[in-house]
């Protein structure tokens, strides 16, 4: 019989993927569990997709092994027009520092995916701790960004998993449509896994440093594209506030945060005109709603802070009716800067 070896890189991939498919198992059990009720105390569960029918979704990579494929990722999501959200590791901020840079630089997110992916479901709540801090530190020291999200290596929570990293400042991000691509899964298996399971709010998830999935995403995003879904980050997606999160995962908006996007859609209407003169485009009105909606100005370009800033100014001000969003412009609207 022929001996087989593998490189120590084949080794942990192998490891990572015995480990993540038990994980998932384990993942959607727990989540069938709750759907049911069968279980006397409800356990906590991150956000595995939004309740939101604007068609919006995020595409997610866990980035944790080697970076041959990077290139290629970024040229093809550019190619269509889809912003990303990229969980990393520290471990890989080490080894591939320029890799976490260019994604970043091309107006990506960059998420926590841990230090040294260790299994955090039953970890020590101090060592948690410090490896979350870790990875948060290199990331913030290539992106000047300190990160917002969190996707726990391979899949797995407890409620004291939750708890801590909720306490940390970090929403905990899961998926509800698996490529399946870390499994081996063939392009074809990729492409019908995504398409079957994506509906509006729904996270997607691949995987870096894998062939397949560099095969199969120009497809998957085209067809995505031409549904009517609009790419964006899981910070784009997701509710900052005032939402609960049901027993299979899924993100709700409470009566608070929706009202308050009505508001803001209502006085955004009411500056339609200089809009249009100012040449603000759609994905900049959607930048600085987020800003808006996270009170920090500073995340959007110089020439959007003063018409963000004349939003909430007049937040207070407005009365939500039928006709709230009817692009009439106030009478003490100002003009927005070129």
Known sequence: MRAVTFTKGQIKRLAVIAAAVVATAAVGITVAVNSVGTKAQQRLVPIYSVDRNDNKIAVTFDVAWENSNTAELLSILDEYDAKATFFVTGDFCD???????????AGHEIGNHSDAHPHVAEIA???LINDTRECSRKI?????EEPTLYRAPYGEYSDNMLTTIDGMGLKTIQWDADSIDWDGA??????KRIIKNTKSGSILLFHNDL???TMALPAILKQLKQSGYEFVTVSELIYPDNYTIDPNGVQKATKASIF????IEAVIAQYSNQIEAAGITDEEIAQAVSAIKSGDLSKIPERLRPFAQQVINNLDNVEINPDSSNGNNSDNSEPIKK
């Open 95 to 105: 080894r591939h520092p320029k890799d976490v840079e260019r994604f970043y630089a």
């Open 125 to 127: 709540v101090n060592d």
């Open 140 to 144: 913030k020291m290539l992106t000047g």
């Open 186 to 191: 063939s392009v074809e298996d990729i492409e």
């Open 211 to 213: 062939e397949n999935t």
């Open 260 to 263: 308050e996007d009505e508001k």
